[in-house]
């Protein structure tokens, strides 16, 4: 938690005094400070903290309106403050993509378990979204191989080890990817089909 780089928004200064110093107290770095959900956008993009801590009623847009619109351009874990616990907010910032509710009045040892649980699902679900996309790559790159070695079987006449083969050997000579070479064979084999 130390060096984190945080924005916080919340309208009632005294509050946001409170939050700043508990926030600098664990080690957190305030790196911008907003009384409004506008500002608030603005700052977060101007700034890209490591974290946002947002009161929901926030005037001009609210809280999670706010982190909504960043939501859509940025991924930053965000906490969201509130003075009630309501089922239906609570549903509303899940929905948004935050991973923390902290009810006023927050002392700093509630601030850091949030912090860190927030900081902790960010970086999972990250994780996640990461292999995700590694698996989808890699789905993909399969099916480009396949149809690669299907082509090579049809043209050079040859047994499917035989045509995989043929594609290992042509990826090692040229240093290129496998997928790559196998993307040269379809665009190759597409230009000499006239149908």
């Given at each position: ?36 959900g506008?500002e ?54 899940s929905e ?21 649980i ?22 993909e ?48 084999d ?6």
């Amino acid at each position: 938690m130390k060096n984190l780089k945080v924005v916080v928004a919340e309208d009632e200064i005294l509050i946001l005094m409170g939050l700043k110093s508990n926030l600098e107290s664990l080690g957190c770095i305030v790196i911008g400070e907003a009384t409004n959900g506008k500002e608030l956008i603005d700052i977060v993009l101007e700034k890209k903290p490591d974290l946002i801590i947002a009161d929901i009623n926030l005037p001009i847009l609210d809280g999670l309106e706010a982190l909504d619109i960043i939501n859509q351009k940025m991924n930053i874990p965000s906490l969201i403050v509130s003075e009630y616990d309501d089922e239906e907010l609570i549903q509303r910032a899940s929905e948004i993509g935050v991973l923390g509710y902290l009810i006023k009045p927050i002392d700093e040892s509630d601030l850091k378990a949030a912090i860190e649980i927030a900081i902790s699902k960010f970086e999972e679900i990250n994780k996640l979204k990461k292999e995700l996309e590694e698996t989808k790559d890699a789905l993909e790159s399969r099916k480009i191989i396949e149809k690669a070695k299907g082509i090579v079987m049809e043209r050079l006449q040859l047994k499917e080890d035989d045509a995989m083969k043929f594609l290992q050997k042509k990826s090692r000579n040229s240093n290129k990817k496998l997928v790559d070479v196998a993307k040269d064979i379809i665009e190759a084999d597409k230009a000499f089909r006239l149908d």
